[in-house]
């Protein structure tokens, strides 16, 4: 199965809707991964904005 990620909110999604923003619209067209363990530790989540510890693609489309 090919990874998809929000739209909105560029996090991998694993079920049918995005944890965060709870939204269907997906895309599989995405640059870059990044894995946020901890938000408060993390400098990239911090310059992504990043609030809720998860995969994110760096770009999507
Ligand atoms: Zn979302």
New binding site residues.
């Given amino acids: 199965m090919k990874k998809k990620f929000?739209k909105?909110?560029k996090?991998l999604v694993k079920g049918d809707k995005?944890p965060?923003?709870g939204?269907n619209s997906f895309t599989e067209t995405y640059y870059g991964l990044v894995a946020v363990i901890d938000t408060n530790k993390s400098k990239m989540a911090k310059e992504l904005d990043i609030t809720i510890p998860g995969e994110y693609a760096l770009k999507v489309r």
């Fill in positions: 929000c909105k909110c996090i995005c965060i923003c939204g």
